[in-house]
């Protein structure tokens, strides 16, 4: 007999039936996202052309998730979780089934209002999600492992789903990919209901405009003034030059091979971090945190050597290993779910996922702008990144603080 499972290991977080159902739920949903995100990405690239548009395009999804983090993710404390994650679920059904019969019949902007609408909803689902897990598993190591499964999924989804997306426009339609989509919000919100304990709201005082700008100013002000959390938050950011840099060109990398391949080398990088987020929870904690800013500068490296424009499987594999060394993030998100109160998380996390998401939507675009407008093209603009990259972990060294992270670590 094996035993009982270890605490904090993998197996001793799928038994828990509530972590287990919170993890099936958002891989569904996240699924069907990246297939209708990617979906939408190619057709863009393959009617215009453009890297550029193809960029804004693959942005459009952080513009909501910027709104909502700010304006959204409070709701997570004052409003009770469980019927929070039911509410976006049913939502995101309802709009992402909209979308799936007014994409071939209707005018563009009428799918793409429907795809705004819905991922306003995202965050808000993600950050109560993510205060459930620092809720439910009780002690450091068990819930790096839950976030450890957590990211490993969201990184798988969005392989499975970018090789999806090309698959499934050549074999049927884009309806059929939203379609898809619509589906596993139903799913998940079967899986929500009938797993997740109804709990109350962490926070009293109702919900109104009002409140909402407060507690994200409070949210601000508690980031703000914690040097550790600040600098994490800050490093994530920064990051997100060379976390972006191959998704933002990717399709564009060698279109004449079609949309399978731009798939192929979309799914490079969320492969290597999946990998990459499986195997660091190996490591302790303490060891964890201290490897934060190596394997930031480390992330760098590989983007160097597609400067020479190596055949796509070479630039998938080199792009496949920086995403494994991006398995830090993890420890930055669950690092920030240990470190603030469950009474402020949601507002916390919801800052933090709004800075997030305005880097990234910044780098997709510029980084689409320059592969597609400058003259330098995919290979060198992803190597600048890099260099870029390197610079920012640098900078981060110098201003780090050592001797409060020091205690932290303590």
């Known amino acids: 007999m094996s035993g009982p499972p270890r605490p904090g290991s993998y197996r001793a977080v799928w038994a828990n039936r509530e972590i287990a159902g919170l993890l099936v739920a958002q891989a569904a949903s996240q699924l069907g996202d990246q297939v209708a995100r990617v979906a939408i990405a190619i057709l863009v690239y393959r009617d215009t052309g453009q890297l ?3 960029g804004l395009a693959l942005a459009v999804i952080f513009l909501p998730d910027l709104v909502g983090s700010f304006l959204l993710a409070p709701l997570a404390d004052r409003v009770p979780r469980r019927a929070l994650l039911l509410a976006c679920d049913a939502a995101r059904l309802v709009l992402v089934g909209a979308m799936a019969l007014t994409v071939s019949s209707q005018p563009a902007w009428v799918p793409l209002l429907l795809l705004v609408a819905a991922s306003l909803l995202t965050t808000p689902f993600e950050v109560a999600r993510s205060a459930l897990f620092a ?27 970018a090789l999806a997306a090309g698959t499934v426009l050549v074999l049927v339609s884009p309806t059929a ?13 079967a899986v929500v209901l009938a797993s997740v304990t109804p709990r109350p709201a962490v926070r009293a005082g109702g919900v109104s405009p009002w409140a909402v700008l407060s507690d ?3 949210g601000a002000r508690e980031l703000a003034g914690d040097p550790v959390r600040r600098s994490l938050v800050a490093l994530a950011c920064a990051s997100t030059v060379v976390l972006m840099a191959p998704e933002a060109v990717a399709l564009g990398y060698r279109p004449d091979l079609g949309a399978l391949a731009g798939g192929a080398l979309l799914a490079s990088v969320p492969a290597g971090s999946a990998l990459g987020a499986f195997l660091m929870p190996r490591l302790s904690f303490r060891r964890q945190l201290r490897l934060v800013l190596p394997l930031a500068a480390g992330a760098c490296l ?3 050597a597609t400067s020479v424009n190596p055949p796509p499987a070479v630039a998938g594999a080199l ?23 469950d009474s402020s998380r949601g507002r916390v996390l919801g800052v933090a996922a709004g800075a997030f998401s305005a880097s990234s939507v910044v780098v997709l675009v510029v980084v689409a702008w320059l592969a597609g407008s400058s003259g330098l093209g995919p290979a060198k603009v992803v190597s600048l990144c890099g260099a870029v990259g390197l610079v920012v972990v640098a900078v981060a060294r110098a201003v780090w603080p050592s001797e409060a992270f020091r205690t932290v670590v303590r």
């Not at 990919?177 to 919100?189: M, N, P, Q, R, Y």
């Not at 792009?319 to 109160?341: E, K, N, R």
Request: overall charge negative; charged content about 5%; aromatic content about 8%.
């Open 52 to 54: 550029v548009l193809t």
């Open 319 to 341: 792009w496949f290993v920086s995403g494994v060394l991006q398995a830090y993030v993890l420890t930055v998100i669950a690092a920030l779910a240990l470190m603030t109160p």
């Open 135 to 161: 809720v439910i598993l009780p002690g450091d190591a068990e819930l790096v492992a839950g976030q450890a499964l957590a990211t490993t999924i969201h990184m798988l989804t969005q392989v499975l789903g």
């Open 302 to 304: 590989p983007l160097f």
């Open 177 to 189: 990919a939203l379609g898809i989509d619509a589906a596993t919000f139903g799913i998940s919100f």
């Open 216 to 218: 994200l100013r409070e």
